[in-house]
């Protein structure tokens, strides 16, 4: 009853309703971006796959005009899909959703998959990927799909702030019932104050005049990694390049 006669608990009362309110609204707006992204992932693929086909001159000789048109749109039609990946991903990540389907897997599968994906964009700088994996690398307990997305955000980045014709290193070694994983670039690098932001959400580097970024990359890896139980790390040096990095338990490393 004290609570009753007293204005400002009274108040409080109202912003407790408040934040309900906006906690409700707030959901409801990350389950309509997960819709959104899901139900634009496979218009967006199709226009990519008939790019592609054109690109292929599967469907006649192109003229140097028409090839150029093709590219930048298949080139569009990647950016695309990256931002509708990066969406679906953060609303899981909003919504504590993230499913991790953790099994064996082994590190040499998720760089490979992640530099199929991106071997197209860094052909197109004249970028080589070089990799430094040791053949007798334990398995990670990871799940393949997610951990292959934050090696795919690390390459996507590099190549981004690389010159063109230039190496990217990949690597990864054991160490203390761990993975380490690592993509390092000699690029632009990042400046020394920005670093301790760089895993926030929407944080990009300011003066990157970089119109396809969404600044949610690396703060959806870092959400993908921690959730598997690994930490995830960043060293830079502007003018110099940058050195992303991950690691992961190894399977069974507790049994
Ligand atoms: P975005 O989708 O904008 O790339 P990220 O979260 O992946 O968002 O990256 C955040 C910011 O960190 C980028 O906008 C960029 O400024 C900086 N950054 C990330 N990776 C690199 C890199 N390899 N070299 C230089 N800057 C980088």
Known sequence: LDVMNNGEVAGQVIVLRNITLFHELNEAKTNFIATVSHELKTPISSIKMSARLLTDNRVGALNTEQQELTKSITEDADRLLNITSELLNMSQVETGNIQLK?????????????????????????????????????????????????????????????????????????????????????????????????????????????????????????????????????????????????????AHHDL
Do not use: C
């Open 102 to 250: 953790l099994q064996p897997a082994s590190p040499a599968a998720i760089v490979e998959q992640a530099i199929q994906a991106v071997q197209f964009q860094a052909q197109q700088k004249n970028i080589v990927l070089r990799t430094n994996l040791p053949l007798d690398l334990p398995q990670v307990q990871a799940d393949l799909e997610k951990t292959s997305w934050v090696m795919i955000n690390f390459l996507t980045n590099a190549i981004r702030y690389s010159p063109d014709t230039s190496f990217i290193d990949i690597a990864a070694y054991p160490k203390d019932s761990k993975v380490f994983f690592t993509v390092t670039d000699y690029g632009k690098g990042i400046d020394e104050k920005y670093l301790p932001r760089i895993f926030d959400r929407y944080f990009k580097v300011p003066g990157t005049h970089e119109r396809n970024g969404t600044g949610l990359g690396l703060a959806i890896s870092k959400e993908f990694i921690e959730a598997q139980g690994g930490t995830i790390w960043v060293k830079s040096r502007i003018g110099e390049g940058s050195l992303f990095g991950f690691d992961l338990n190894t």
